[in-house]
């Protein structure tokens, strides 16, 4: 099994950043495209960036020029760099990723962590 926990997530004031990140740990083979989706209250859950295992990215268009993602395939870690936060970015951040485990390498399995709470606001 794999699991993947999210860290990073808080109060800040408009205009401020964070940095969010992702580990995920357990019997893991390979890891695939990795994500950061979000969830605002009353809302549905939105893709905000997304990553393949070769690098490219693509972001949602509220994000772009001041989100960024990235990963350290060494660590198995997900970062997302948010700066210039907006009130508007406030939600529940979810680390997304396609990966393959040890035990069962012909199967690409989805995996969602428990997210963290990001709250921008003066």
């Known amino acids: 099994q794999a699991q993947l926990v999210e860290s990073g997530g808080g109060l800040v004031q408009p205009g401020g950043s964070l940095r969010l990140s992702c580990a995920a740990s357990?019997?893991?083979?390979?890891?695939?495209?990795m994500a950061w989706y979000r969830q605002a209250p009353g809302k549905q859950r939105e893709l905000v960036a997304r990553?393949?295992?070769?690098?490219?990215?693509n972001y949602a268009d509220s994000v772009k020029g001041r989100f960024a993602i990235s990963r350290d395939n060494a660590k198995n870690t997900l970062y997302l760099q948010m700066n210039s936060l907006k009130p508007e970015d406030t939600a529940d951040y979810y680390c997304?990723?396609?990966?393959?485990?040890?035990?069962?390498?012909?199967?690409?399995?989805?995996?969602w962590g428990q997210g963290t709470q990001v709250t921008v606001s003066s």
């Open positions: 990553i393949t295992s070769a690098g490219s990215t």
């Open positions: 357990g019997s893991i083979s390979s890891i695939n495209a």
């Open positions: 997304n990723a396609d990966l393959v485990l040890i035990e069962d390498i012909w199967t690409m399995r989805n995996y």
